[in-house]
């Protein structure tokens, strides 16, 4: 059925939030400002939309005058564009920029939405963490809310965001030992996790591999717990979960990656990052490799971008869902909700 938002009488009762968002949006351009912050527009056509295992992306027929037709993509996230600008010399970088993926639709996704995503030159991930805390303080203050909300869980601010790393969100949560299932060999890793997740209760199946069961018990154990702590911070992920953030330099086993969530809900996802091209390579394949196992499709990599990193400053940054921060804001029951036209369901 086609959503109906355009009609006089539904659109009067969606507004008011809408104009929450805009002062929410409003807020975030000002403290950005003060920061001494330049927004940036990045184009949504790519020739890579990122190699992401599990994010899909819309592909586009770029049609030459003469003739010819090339595959591009609608970007899942200016991070690419914008790691550019960094290896070109800009500092201090954020964009709103609307971004889109495939295989994604429900109360907390849609296939088009808005991700605030910054970068600091020179800083490591913790600082871009209190640059979330303040955007989650400004966000309640544009709505003139006391709390987040989502669901039956609220969160408000008084309390300081509780910083747990996923060693300790394992053990607490599901009584699993998770750097002891990081070992150097895979196979190893993948059977210790999986019999450490067996027994917290949860199904394993003989194609899983380490991520797989990995994020099974970040869904089913971790996520719900989470719910409960308010505004929280994980962090310090394993290595096999680094994406593109640079790996810790304490502990080779892990990676120098962040998540937020406010009311159980995933806000964030930041990274100190990772400028070796070679090594980013290698994990580009991988996924790649995952993506053509498990879909049956696989994505080009931007030999620019891989250019480029090496020209890239020491950087930190993150990437922020903000219709996310405006549903939890004004408590709203769904993203589309807060979409000024969302797209047909």
């Not at 959503?3 to 809408?18: I, N």
């Not at 992920?237 to 790996?247: G, M, V």
């Not at 869902?321 to 804001?329: H, I, K, P, S, T």
């Amino acid at each position: 059925m086609r959503s109906q938002w355009w009609h006089r009488d539904v659109h009067a009762g969606r507004r008011p939030v809408l104009i929450v968002r805009n002062a929410i949006a409003s807020a975030i351009r000002s403290y950005f400002a003060d920061e001494d912050f330049i927004e940036i527009d990045a184009a949504a056509l790519q020739f890579s939309p990122g190699n992401e295992t599990h994010i899909h992306a819309f592909p586009v027929a770029l049609n030459r005058l003469d003739g010819a037709s090339l595959l591009r993509y609608l970007h899942t996230s200016p991070e690419f564009a914008m790691k550019k600008l960094l290896a070109a010399g800009e500092t201090k970088i954020f964009s709103m920029s609307h971004v889109f993926r495939d295989r994604e639709r429900g109360p907390l996704h849609a296939p088009e939405f808005t991700m605030l995503e910054w970068y600091r030159a020179g800083v490591n991930y913790r600082r871009i963490i209190e640059d979330c805390l303040k955007i989650l303080e400004l966000a309640l203050k544009a709505s003139q809310s006391q709390a987040f909300r989502y669901r039956l869980q609220s969160a408000d601010l008084n309390a300081e965001a509780r910083m747990i790393t996923l060693a300790e969100a394992f053990s607490r949560y599901a009584d699993i030992d998770l750097l002891a299932t990081c070992l150097d060999d895979a196979v190893a890793s993948r059977d210790a996790l999986a019999r450490a997740a067996m027994r917290a209760g949860l199904t394993v199946r003989e194609a899983d591999g380490w991520s797989d069961i990995f994020s099974r018990v970040m869904v089913a154990l971790i996520e719900p717990k989470l719910a409960l702590e308010g505004v929280c911070v994980l962090h310090q992920y394993p290595r096999s979960e680094a994406a593109l953030a640079a790996l810790n330099s304490e502990d080779a086993r892990l990676a120098d990656r962040f998540e937020l969530y406010v009311c159980g809900v995933e806000l964030a996802n930041g990274f100190r990052e990772l400028t070796d091209a070679a090594e980013q390579r290698r994990r580009f394949e991988a996924s790649m490799e995952e993506k053509q196992r498990l879909y049956g499709e696989r994505y080009p990599i931007d030999e620019e971008f891989l250019a480029a990193l090496p020209a890239m400053p020491e950087a930190s940054g993150v990437a922020l869902g903000f219709d996310r921060l405006v549903m939890l804001a004004t408590g709203a029951p769904s993203i589309d909700h807060v979409l000024w036209t969302p797209v047909e369901s």
